[in-house]
């Protein structure tokens, strides 16, 4: 397969990225997304609850145990 240049730095580009990721630009110039944060939620005693949330301030909240978020 061919490359072709990255519209934001000009770079070469394999054509894969675009056909597996449908993305033009290359990997710098690309934005990323945000990491995601989880905490495991005790909520039973038979076993945890893993929750996914991308905000730190939620992510804060969660960890803090259950009785003291009242």
Not at 28 to 38: D, M, N, V
Not at 50 to 66: G, H, M, N, R
């Amino acid at each position: 397969m061919g490359t072709h240049k990255c519209p934001g730095c000009g770079c070469e580009v394999p054509d894969e990225r675009l056909e597996l990721l449908n993305v033009h630009t290359c990997s710098r110039c690309t934005p990323q997304a945000p990491k995601l944060l989880g905490v495991m939620e005790y909520s039973e005693k038979a076993g945890g609850v893993l929750v996914i949330t991308s905000s730190q301030a939620e992510f804060e909240y969660l960890k803090k145990p259950a009785n003291q978020r009242r």
